[in-house]
């Protein structure tokens, strides 16, 4: 009983020190949305379900355009993005900040690589249960992956940017071997 009772306790403190996970869960359908985006400086509309056509979609929260970690993790994006796209992956971030910012933000920090998204009323963010509980007017840094299907195959949530880009390549390329796995109807 007692050799039962040290791995639990192992598990448990395991547990307590991980990053908290958002309220969306892996197979989740993924909430639908459309919004304002900006790709190097050029305004467009993003919609997801169209996004989801083309293959998954790796969706990111961020507090706030030029702030030190977001700047991090938008250059960590761009580094990978053609990773990403080798995958299939569309990959899109999306914060509060309006879209003559995130122009800026697009061009200097996401180097020209992929969508910022405007979510200045917080639809998104609130939607993806993805605003951050100690400055509710920001988002939480939480990234999804997202199957052609629309549901959710990844989600993680960290404040630190730094292991943002590598959880989802790794659930991206886990996703397609298990993809690859299942036979042909």
């Known amino acids: 009983m007692s050799r039962l009772k040290l791995p639990t306790l192992a598990l448990v403190s395991l547990v307590s020190v991980l990053p908290a996970s958002a309220a969306l869960k892996v197979g989740d359908k993924a909430p639908d949305f459309q919004a304002q985006a900006s790709l190097g400086g050029q305004v467009s509309s993003f919609s997801l379900a169209a996004a989801l056509q083309k293959g998954p979609v790796v969706l990111y929260f961020y507090p706030a355009a030029f702030t030190p970690g977001c700047t991090t993790e938008a250059h960590l994006f761009a580094e990978a993005v053609g990773t990403f796209h080798q995958l299939g992956a569309t990959v899109v ?8 910012k995130l122009n800026k933000f697009s061009v200097s ?11 200045s009323d917080q639809a998104i963010m609130k939607a993806y249960d993805a605003v951050l509980a100690a400055k509710p007017q920001l988002a939480n840094r939480t990234s999804y992956v997202i199957a ?5 195959i990844h989600t993680f949530t960290d404040l630190k940017p730094d292991q943002h880009v590598a ?14 796995k299942q036979p042909a109807p």
Request: charged content about 30%; some cysteine.
């Open 93 to 100: 971030g999306v914060s509060h900040d309006d879209i003559d």
């Open 109 to 119: 920090e996401c180097r020209g690589k992929f969508a910022v998204l405007s979510d």
């Open 148 to 152: 052609p299907d629309g549901r959710i």
């Open 167 to 180: 959880n989802a390549l790794a659930a991206l390329r886990l996703w397609k071997a298990q993809a690859g």
